[in-house]
């Protein structure tokens, strides 16, 4: 005849092992009802990809320019629902009194492409509403170099965007429409 404590025992013991495999489970990051790990959004999710993407692209295009720094930012410029890319590069190979580099890249499928590449671009960099050629005008700051600071509107051309904005056609404008990326510290290409 069994005993009560003898009965409670493995019960017991039973409950215990399966509390204790069940805290040994493989842990996975809590999720929000979006299906994101809880603490990091889409959005954010979404810029970390972008970044990693716009850092390679650089490395891999400017492998020989030395340190490099930027800042890059996203506006569908032609219009077709998928937002390109400009990117921002500075560095001691890339820039001079007049500004560095800005580069308008598109996606084609998981790949950056460029389009424009421009020189001679201070910070801040917009974006206008107005169009040329079905893509949005850019604005850039222009200064250094002798030439007191001012906005001009560049146009898209059908293949890009004009490479100096210091020159024609490049056009003074007033307005630096939607700003893409402000005058702020660039951070390091990894």
Not at 74 to 86: F, R
Not at 102 to 130: A, H, M, N, T, Y
Not at 141 to 159: M, N, P, S, Y
């Amino acid at each position: 005849m069994k005993t009560r404590l003898s009965i409670a025992l493995p019960v017991a013991m039973g409950l215990l092992l399966a509390g204790a495999l069940a805290g040994c489970k493989k842990d996975e990051p809590e999720t929000e009802p979006s299906g994101e790990p809880s603490g990091l959004s889409s959005a954010q999710s979404d810029a970390a990809v972008l970044q990693q993407s716009v850092s390679g692209w650089i490395t891999a295009n400017y492998a020989d320019m030395g340190k490099l720094l930027y800042a890059s930012a996203e506006s569908d410029l032609d219009g077709d629902g998928t937002p390109e890319v400009l990117a921002y590069v500075g560095g001691p190979m890339m820039c001079g009194t007049g500004g560095c580099n800005l580069v308008v890249l598109k996606r084609e499928g998981g790949d950056l492409r460029k389009i424009s590449e421009l020189s001679v671009v201070q910070l801040p960099v917009g974006v206008l509403d107005s169009k040329s050629n079905g893509w949005r005008d850019l604005a850039v700051t222009i200064a250094g170099g002798g030439v007191a600071e001012h906005t001009v509107r560049l146009q898209f051309d059908g293949k890009g965007y004009p490479r100096n904005p210091t020159v024609a056609p490049a056009q003074e404008t007033d307005t630096l429409g939607t700003v893409l990326i402000p005058a702020e510290p660039l951070k390091p290409v990894e």
